[in-house]
């Protein structure tokens, strides 16, 4: 593309989903549901 020579944002993160979810939030034990149910399902 042509254009001024601009730094940009990174476009991916290194940081992990866990460093922005609270730790109380009403999510968390929903995930480890829905993990224990998806390896439920591959283990079949």
């Given at each position: 593309m042509r254009g001024l020579d601009e730094m940009q944002e990174s476009l991916?993160?290194?940081?992990?989903l866990e460093d922005?979810?609270?730790?109380?939030?009403p999510l968390r034990p929903i995930r480890f549901l829905v993990?224990?149910?998806?390896?439920?399902?591959?283990?079949?």
């Open positions: 991916f993160t290194m940081s992990r922005f979810v609270p730790a109380d939030h993990n224990d149910a998806l390896k439920a399902t591959l283990q079949k």
